[in-house]
Nanobody
């Protein structure tokens, strides 16, 4: 089970930190990712991290503003979001994929948490 939290309302330029707490499985056996879906748009992956944390991926739209990290001892993944923009407004989801494949193989993400709303006001 994946539980995302930390969303909220923030002004342009502000920061938020999302958390994704995992339970029921061995967290370190999974690559993890954050995905978001804005109203009327398709879901997009914005960041991913390999099972051990050595590999990370960022979509161009969030590169240099967002930082993904994980603490396997706490079974938790994080997304630090800085310099937020109105276009970052979306529901953010965390997802997990078995570590046998690449952490940027999006079709492998088959465990999803409920979303957390992020709203950036202009």
């Amino acid at each position: 089970q994946l539980q995302a939290s930390g969303g909220g309302l923030v002004q342009t330029g502000g920061s938020l930190r999302l958390s994704c707490a995992a339970s029921g499985r061995t967290f370190s056996n999974y690559n993890m990712a954050w995905s978001r879906q804005a109203p009327g748009k398709e879901r997009e992956f914005v960041a991913a991290i390999s099972w051990g944390g050595a590999g990370t991926y960022y979509a161009d739209s969030v590169k240099d503003r967002f930082t993904i990290s994980r603490d396997n001892a706490k079974n938790t993944m994080y997304l630090q979001m800085n310099r937020l923009k109105p276009e970052d407004t979306a529901v953010y989801y965390c997802a997990a994929a078995p570590r046998g494949g690449s952490y940027v193989l999006w079709d492998s993400y088959d465990y999803w948490g409920q979303g957390t709303q992020v709203t950036v006001s202009s």
